[in-house]
T-cell receptor, first 113, second 114 residues
């Protein structure tokens, strides 16, 4: 069965500091991996996705993510966090037989001045 | 172009009632998926429809049903509401039903069961 684990429920970083959000997945086939961001009271916005190829993928808003098959991980990073990045971040794995996603429980990001 | 629109934005119901939630996809998108997001959790997949046919179903009871119309809009119906159905219901649309098509989410319908 597919599953997604985000070990950090909540993270606090200072504005301008770097950010790293962890995600581990369990999936029996080639994973399709995604990071989404959700601001309060809103839907989810796609930050980036990994299907194949280069294990370092670039996304919107200055985010990037690294896929490591040996560790079943998909780590989201940003070199310098802005106050507007405060939100809930979700990692998801997609089934390749349909557009069905399995989401992690999310990591809440707080940005302090 | 307008994004994915969902209606209503908020809804309050009592136990045992039924509810219908609506979703209009982005123009040109033929696939609609529904997710339930309980407070503090990630979204859970309920249904996916493509060209009016069900393409996927998550682990939800038969009280949950959905359909897609010729204009690709969709309805999610929930019967015999339980307190545990209180959640944010998200709709997402994509051009096709395959995984390589990015999903675009609406802002959701907040359903509260009293």
């Amino acid at each position: 069965a597919q599953s997604v684990t985000q070990p950090d429920i909540h993270i606090t970083v200072s504005e301008g500091a770097s950010l790293e959000l962890r995600c581990n997945y369990s999936y029996g086939a080639t994973p399709y991996l995604f990071w989404y961001v959700q601001s309060p009271g809103q839907g989810l916005q796609l930050l980036l996705k990994y299907f194949s190829g280069d294990t370092l993928v670039q996304g919107i808003k200055g985010f990037e993510a690294e896929f490591k098959r040996s560790q079943s991980s998909f780590t989201l990073r940003k070199p310098s966090v802005h106050w507007s990045d405060a939100a809930e971040y979700f990692c998801a794995v997609g089934k390749n037989t349909g557009n069905q996603f399995y989401f992690g429980t999310g990591t809440s990001l707080t940005v302090i001045p | 172009d307008a994004g994915v629109t969902q209606s209503p934005t908020h809804l309050i119901k009592t136990r045992g009632q039924h509810v219908t939630l609506r979703c209009s996809p982005i123009s040109g998108h033929k696939s609609v998926s529904w997710y339930q997001q309980v407070l503090g959790q990630g979204p859970q997949f309920i249904f996916q429809y493509y060209e009016k046919e069900e393409r996927g179903r998550g682990n939800f009871p038969d009280r949950f049903s959905a359909r897609q119309f010729p204009n690709y809009s969709s309805e999610l119906n929930v019967n015999a509401l339980l307190l545990g159905d209180s959640a944010l219901y998200l709709c997402a649309s994509s051009r096709t039903w395959t995984i390589n098509q990015p999903q675009h989410f609406g802002d959701g319908t907040r359903l509260s069961i009293l």
